[in-house]
Every structure is written in structure tokens, then in C-alpha cells.
Nanobody
Framework: VQLQASGGGLVQPGGSLRLSCAAA????????IGWFRQAPGKEREGVSC????????FYADSVKGRFTISRDKAKNLVYLRMNSLKPEDTAVYYC??????????????????WGKGTLVTVSS
């Protein structure tokens, strides 16, 4: 199983980034994918999840209305479009494979494989 997050970088407040999570080594359509983040000195938090079918999505209150998650089944990719970025969005962002659905919450415990993170820094 491989999950590779990319697309992080330095962006000014109010700017945008698109993160990508490339999945390999498993049947992509069988799993939900989640994005989590961890800022220095803080606990990891769930940012967004998308179900196997893509019909169900979850967003943390802190990013609702600013972030959009999507999945491309043909390319085995999951994207996280981040708009109106704030300094408090600064963190290492990880993608993970799991079982989020209408019945399973978007939580670390519902994920079974994690990729290496990509750093997002929002600063002027």
C-alpha cells in the first residue's frame, strides 16, 4: 500500500493550494480517503474525508466552505483544494486510507494506512 501526498508549499494568507494524494498497491475504489493535519505542538486533526464512491464527504468546521475534497477514480488520486488559506492552516498534511462512510466517522481510528505528509505554510 502506498499513499503519497504532494502539493504543499508556502502561500500567503488568502491564497490557494491543491494537495494531491496518489494511491497505489490496493483497490482504490474499495476505500475511503482522508486528509489529516498536524501543526507543531498540536494533536493531529481530521480535515476532510471522502467515501469510496465519492458520494459522501466530511469537512472539519474549521475548513468548511474553504476546502473541497474530490477523487479521480481513473487516476487513483484524491485532491484537497484549499482556498482562503489562513495562518492557522499551517501544518503537515497527511492522506490516509480508511473506512469513512455515512456510518463511520472521519477519524484517525477509521484509517489503516498513512502516507508521508506534505508541509503547508501560510505566512506573509
Amino acid at each position: 500500500v502506498q499513499l503519497q501526498a504532494s502539493g504543499g508549499g508556502l502561500v500567503q494568507p488568502g491564497g490557494s493550494l491543491r494537495l494531491s494524494c496518489a494511491a497505489a498497491g490496493f483497490t482504490f475504489d474499495d476505500y475511503a480517503i482522508g486528509w489529516f493535519r498536524q501543526a507543531p505542538g498540536k494533536e493531529r486533526e481530521g480535515v476532510s474525508c471522502i467515501s469510496r464512491s465519492g458520494d459522501s464527504t466530511f469537512y472539519a468546521d474549521s475548513v468548511k466552505g474553504r476546502f473541497t475534497i474530490s477523487r479521480d477514480k481513473a487516476k487513483n488520486l484524491v485532491y484537497l483544494r484549499m482556498n482562503s488559506l489562513k495562518p492557522e492552516d499551517t501544518a503537515v498534511y497527511y492522506c490516509a486510507r480508511g473506512h469513512y462512510s455515512d456510518y463511520v466517522p472521519c477519524s484517525s481510528w477509521s484509517m489503516d494506512y498513512w502516507g508521508k505528509g506534505t508541509l503547508v505554510t501560510v505566512s506573509s
